[in-house]
């Protein structure tokens, strides 16, 4: 499975922005998705996850009620909406996937393939 993620920009505090994340060569290990970020000197970040049959979600507490992870099956494609945006979410936003279901979502270690990675700024 190959991940490119895509869909970064600059917005002001308060905007909105979403990314995508494609999904080639998609199989059934492609069961759970999450998304990572990385700010300026600072480890990576759990930012949410999903579970690719269900839809069924997580959320990072400083995101959650701003963000909302979704997944396309027809094309392929995870997605994370991002509004209400902060300076302090400024980071390379990274894609990845999770292949099994007993590990933690919030673990770098717990993905095994991960996206190039796309950069969000967020002005004040």
């Known amino acids: 499975v190959q991940l490119q993620a895509f869909g970064g920009g600059l917005v002001q505090a308060g905007g909105s922005l979403r990314l995508s994340c494609a999904v080639a060569?998609?199989?059934?290990?492609?069961?759970?998705m999450g998304w990572f970020r990385q700010a300026p000197g600072k480890e990576r970040e759990f930012v949410a996850s999903?579970?690719?049959?269900?839809?069924?979600?997580k959320y990072a507490d400083s995101v959650k009620g701003r963000f909302t992870i979704s997944r396309n099956n027809a094309k392929n494609t995870l997605y994370l909406q991002m509004n209400t945006l902060k300076p302090e979410d400024t980071a390379v936003y990274f894609c990845?996937?999770?292949?099994?279901?007993?590990?933690?979502?919030?673990?770098?270690?717990?993905?095994?393939?991960w996206g190039q990675g796309t950069q969000v700024t967020v002005s004040s």
């Open positions: 990845a996937r999770k292949p099994a279901s007993w590990t933690d979502d919030r673990r770098m270690d717990s993905y095994d393939v």
């Open positions: 060569q998609a199989t059934f290990n492609t069961a759970f």
């Open positions: 999903i579970v690719w049959r269900d839809a069924k979600s």
